[in-house]
C-alpha cells in the first residue's frame, strides 16, 4: 500500500494534486487540519510499501521519518519547511528547500517540469507567495483577470485549511483534493456553476467580514496583533487574515490571536513581506512552535506569555 501524507492547506493540497494529475495511483491519504502536522506517526510501518510526504516539517516527523526507513520504506519527501538533521537513507529522497519565496508546490512544479503549472499558480498565491505567483502568471500568459481568479481559488483553499478540528472546515481535506482531481484545469472548476469554489468563496467573504472587526490588542511600528473570539469562523480566517494585513502593510510583522477553549492562544505570525526572515525560528521558541521563514505560529500559547511573544517579536523586527 502507498501512502500519500499532506498538510491539509492548499499548498499541500496542490502538492499532491500536481503529482497524481501527472503520476496517478491508488494511495491511502493521511491530511488533517493545517497545524495538524505530525502526519507521518499514522503510517502503518507494517503495512506501507512505499510514501509520499508533502508540505509537513520533516524535523517535526524525524521520529516517524527514521522508523520507516529503518522498515526499509522508501519515501519521497518534499517540503519547504524547516527540516531538523535529514536522514541518510538509500530509501529517502527528498526535494526540500527551506527559502522563504518558495513553497511546496513550487517545488513539484519544477519537478514535474511545469505540467500543472496554473495550480501551481493557485498553490503559490493560497501561500502567500505573491511574486512567485506573478512570476508564473506571467509565464502562463494569464490575463489580470485569470490571474485573479487563481488568487482567489488559492485563498479559498487555504483558508479552507484552518480549525481546531476537521469539524471546523467547511470540507475535509483529503474529500476536498479527491474533488480537485476532477479539475486538471483549475479554470474549469472557477467556472463551473455552484462548485466549490463558490461555496468556499461565499463562506471566506462572511467570515472576514467578522474578522475585519476583531479587537487590536498591539499596535507600533514593527508589529500590530489581532485577537479573534474562540468559534469555528475565526479559526478559520486565522491564517488567511494574517496574509492579508502582510500584504497591507509589507513592512510590519502581524500577528493573529485565537483564543482557545482553554485560555491559551493559537497564533498565527508573518513575517513583514519585505523582511521574510524569522518567524519559524521566533515561533519555535515557544512549546508547540514553529513553522517557515515567513510564516509560523504557536499552537497554545498561555496567555501569560502573551507579552514575551509580543517583546520578542517587535525586538526581532526593530
Not at 522498515?71 to 526540500?96: A, K
Request: charged residues 20%.
Amino acid at each position: 500500500m502507498h501512502y500519500d501524507v499532506f498538510n491539509g492547506d492548499a499548498d499541500g493540497i496542490i502538492a499532491l494534486l500536481q503529482l497524481r494529475l501527472a503520476e496517478p495511483r491508488v494511495s491511502k491519504l493521511i491530511t488533517g487540519v493545517k497545524r495538524d502536522i505530525q502526519l507521518l506517526q499514522q503510517v502503518p510501518a507494517n503495512l506501507a510499501t512505499s510514501v509520499t510526504v508533502l508540505d509537513i516539517s520533516m524535523e517535526k516527523n524525524l521520529a516517524a521519518l527514521a522508523g520507516l526507513l529503518a522498515q526499509e520504506i522508501d519515501v519521497l519527501y518534499i517540503d519547504h519547511h524547516r527540516t531538523g538533521l535529514v536522514p541518510n537513507s538509500e530509501h529517502l529522497t527528498e526535494i526540500i528547500d527551506t527559502d522563504a519565496n518558495t513553497c511546496t508546490s513550487l517545488l513539484v512544479n519544477q519537478h514535474l517540469a511545469g505540467q500543472y503549472a496554473l495550480w501551481a499558480i493557485v498553490a503559490a498565491f493560497g501561500d502567500n507567495m505573491l511574486k512567485a505567483a506573478e512570476q508564473l502568471s506571467q509565464q502562463a500568459g494569464l490575463s489580470a483577470k485569470e490571474q485573479d481568479q487563481l488568487k482567489a481559488l488559492g485563498i479559498y483553499i487555504n483558508y479552507n485549511g484552518y480549525g481546531r478540528t476537521v469539524d471546523d472546515l467547511h470540507i475535509a481535506p483529503d474529500a476536498l483534493f479527491t474533488t480537485l482531481l476532477n479539475y486538471p484545469d483549475p479554470f474549469t472548476l472557477i467556472n463551473e456553476a455552484n462548485s466549490i469554489f463558490t461555496l468556499l468563496e461565499e463562506a471566506y467573504l462572511s467570515d472576514m467580514t467578522q474578522a475585519k472587526q476583531a479587537n487590536i490588542l498591539h499596535d507600533d511600528e514593527t508589529l500590530q496583533v489581532i485577537e479573534l473570539e474562540d468559534a469555528p469562523w475565526s479559526r478559520r480566517v486565522s491564517g488567511v487574515y494574517g496574509n492579508e494585513l502582510a500584504n497591507q502593510n509589507p513592512d510590519k510583522a502581524h500577528a493573529v490571536f485565537t483564543l482557545n477553549l482553554d485560555n491559551t492562544y493559537t497564533v498565527s505570525l508573518r513575517a513583514p513581506i519585505n523582511n521574510k526572515v524569522g518567524a519559524g525560528e521566533l515561533c519555535a521558541q515557544f512549546e508547540t512552535g514553529g513553522g517557515r521563514a515567513a510564516a509560523a505560529g504557536v499552537n497554545q500559547l498561555p496567555k501569560e506569555k502573551l507579552g514575551n511573544f509580543i517583546a520578542l517579536v517587535s525586538k526581532y523586527y526593530q
